[in-house]
């Protein structure tokens, strides 16, 4: 019994406990956001009279700047189980996708389309819609873009996000997507609605990314994901030794699908607004921005980019206005320039590389390879 505590206490201390323990204090302090923001930075004269103190600071927290920063941070949630999906498929399995936006915006237009004026749809019957609904997408296209390899593969995938931004902007069905215009203001339930019930629409958001953070550690974690990273690292070598490579993509094809179809939906709630651009190439480059940033394959790292990309263009907007871009894209070039591995894979490395990063900026600005 003492043998099997102590040893319990390694590992707790020693590394994956340890990082456990970090991860339920991240989860704790995410889950109090609301009441901390709403004692510190919310209204207090928010609070009607004769409320409780528990009550009266959830009504601070839907008042004044508590409300605005719980509006970031559903952003930033949305934005991070986005970013896990397609590390799904570019960290640990080595598929590099330009058409990962057709599932976000599949998800967004789904539950819009569901829970608006043409079928009145229940939320959560809706929501159970656009899992499978992703499901059966990921899974035609999967098997249909997967038979190819490298640049053809990324070509595929574009071409069939396209497919589905075409579709979108068609005029012919115009009803239900609202053609280029996009579908806007369509019925939220009231008890979800972002607008007055802010508090809940967060806790909804933070329940689906706690759920997606597990299911896609526990995938990764899996037998099923090793050989997703065998595969993503030397594929030839995982078919020579018997394991049907194209069987173990298409699950993470799946489940990076269905996890972005999932953003798509709560980022369409809380917008009240799904339109064409959810669909383009450039939602596909936001998440690969964000996985780059805090580094690729390693879960972790994404989340980590979808804050700082949600708080670098919000502060970077006020501070620089139209020209926030500008400044953007140079933070960008000197992480991926002196942060190779990105944030946390760099850490995790312990490989700074100073240096070396030092020699490739001369070289970007000099247009002349480096010394020795």
Do not use: C
Not at 34 to 39: C, K
Not at 133 to 148: K, T
Not at 279 to 304: E, H, K, N, W, Y
């Amino acid at each position: 019994m003492q043998v099997s505590l102590s040893r319990r206490w390694q590992k707790i201390f020693s590394g994956r406990g340890a990082q456990g323990w970090v991860y339920l204090a991240v989860f704790a302090l995410l889950a109090l956001f609301p009441l901390i923001a709403g004692l510190t930075i919310g209204n207090p004269q928010a609070a009607s009279e004769g409320a409780g103190f528990f009550e009266g600071l959830l009504q601070r927290a839907e008042s004044g700047y508590a409300k605005f920063w719980q509006g970031m941070l559903i952003q930033m949630l949305i934005l991070s189980i986005f970013a896990m999906s397609y590390d799904i498929l570019l960290g640990y399995t080595g598929i590099l996708s330009f058409g990962h936006a057709m599932f976000f915006g599949t998800g967004g237009y789904a539950i819009a389309i569901l829970i608006g004026q043409h079928f009145n749809w229940p939320f959560f019957q809706a929501l159970g819609a656009v899992v499978v609904i992703a499901v059966l997408q990921s899974l035609i296209f999967g098997i249909l873009s997967l038979r190819v390899k490298g640049v053809y593969l990324t070509m595929v995938t574009l071409a069939f996000a396209e497919m589905f931004f075409i579709l979108a902007e068609a005029g012919d069905f115009r009803q239900y997507t609202g053609a280029d215009d996009g579908l806007h203001g369509f019925p939220v339930p009231a008890y979800l609605s972002a607008t007055e019930h802010r508090t809940r629409f967060y806790y909804l958001a933070l329940i689906l990314f706690v759920l997606v953070f597990l299911a896609a550690r526990r995938l990764i974690n899996s037998p099923t994901g090793r050989v997703m990273i065998a595969t993503r690292d030397n594929e030839n070598r995982a078919m020579m030794i018997g394991f049907n490579t194209f069987w173990y993509k298409l699950i993470a094809f799946v489940a990076a699908g269905v996890f972005a179809a999932l953003a798509g939906a709560l980022s369409a709630l809380f917008n009240v607004s799904v339109t064409p651009a959810t669909l383009t190439t450039f939602r596909t480059i936001d998440a690969l921005a964000m996985t780059i940033i805090g580094g690729v394959g390693t879960l972790i790292g994404p989340i980590l980019g979808a804050g700082i990309i949600q708080l670098l263009g919000y502060w970077l907007e006020r501070w620089f206005g139209a020209n926030w871009t500008l400044i953007y894209g140079i933070i960008f070039m000197l992480i991926v320039v002196f942060l190779p591995y990105g944030i946390v894979g760099t850490l995790r490395r312990r490989s700074f590389g100073w240096k070396a990063g030092w020699a490739r900026w001369k070289q970007l600005l000099t247009g002349k390879a480096a010394p020795g």
